[in-house]
C-alpha cells in the first residue's frame, strides 16, 4: 500500500491487464536538492556560477549593511588560455580550469565564496576583510598558487593571472557596480602587464 507521504503517487499507468504501476516520488528535499545543484553550479569545476553567486554577495551586503564590515569582490581573470586550447586541445583546457578552480579554493577561507563566470573568468568574495592590506595579501596568495606550473600528460603550461579587487561599501554598494570596479582593476592590471 502506499500512503507513506513521500511515496507520493507519482503516475499510474493502466496496462493491458488493468495494473497500475506506481513510482514513488523522491521526498520533497532530495529533489529540491537535485534541482538547485545544477542552477547554481558551473558544470566543469563545480564552483558556483554567476547567479548563486550575485545570491551571496546579496545576502552579505545585506548583513553587512548592519554590520558596517568590510567585504571585498576579486575578479581574476586568466593570461595566456587561449594558447592552452589551441595547443593541448579543448579538453586539456578543461582539465586546467578545474585544477585552477581547486587552487583557488585551497587559497581561501571554506565561508568565502568562489564562482566561475564563464570561460576563464572566476570571482571570489571575501567576507569581513580587515584592511586592504589583509585583501592583497589573498591577491598575491592567489597569484601565486594560480600561476605555479600546470604539469599535465608530461607538459608544463604556464598561465598567468589578472585581479581586480573592489570593496564593499567604498567602491559601490551595489553588486554590479562592484563587479564593474573589479572587472575595471582587472582590465587595468592586464594591460599594464602587456
Ligand atoms: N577549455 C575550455 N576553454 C574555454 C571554456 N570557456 C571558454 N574557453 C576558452 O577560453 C578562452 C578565453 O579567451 P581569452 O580570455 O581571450 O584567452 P586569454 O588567452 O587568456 O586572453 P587574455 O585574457 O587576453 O590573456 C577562449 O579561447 C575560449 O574559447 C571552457 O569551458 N573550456
Keep these: 500500500m502506499v500512503d ?12 493491458r491487464g488493468g495494473s497500475l504501476q506506481l513510482r514513488p516520488l523522491q521526498p520533497e528535499p532530495c529533489r529540491a536538492r537535485k534541482l538547485f ?17 550575485y545570491d551571496r554577495l546579496q545576502h552579505a551586503i545585506s548583513r553587512f549593511n548592519r554590520s558596517g564590515k568590510r567585504l571585498a569582490v576579486l575578479f581574476m581573470d586568466m593570461d595566456r588560455f587561449k594558447p592552452v586550447n589551441d595547443t593541448y586541445g579543448h ?19 571554506t565561508e568565502d565564496t568562489v564562482a566561475r563566470l564563464g570561460g576563464d573568468e572566476f570571482v571570489a568574495m571575501l567576507e569581513d576583510v580587515e584592511s586592504h592590506r589583509q585583501a592583497d595579501k589573498v591577491v598575491e596568495r592567489l597569484r601565486a598558487a594560480i600561476e605555479r606550473p600546470y604539469e599535465l600528460d608530461g607538459h608544463t603550461i604556464y598561465l598567468g593571472v589578472s585581479i581586480g579587487i573592489a570593496y564593499y561599501p567604498e567602491d559601490g554598494l551595489l553588486i554590479d557596480e562592484l563587479l564593474e570596479v573589479a572587472d575595471r582593476k582587472m582590465y587595468g592590471n592586464k594591460s599594464a602587464q602587456a
Design 37 to 53: 545543484y545544477p542552477a547554481n553550479h558551473d558544470r566543469l569545476t563545480g564552483l558556483a556560477n554567476r547567479s548563486l553567486f
Design 91 to 109: 579538453a586539456t583546457g578543461d582539465r586546467v580550469l578545474k585544477l585552477i578552480a581547486e587552487r583557488i579554493k585551497t587559497e581561501l577561507r
Design 4 to 15: 507513506d507521504a513521500a511515496a507520493v503517487f507519482a503516475g499510474a499507468r493502466a496496462d
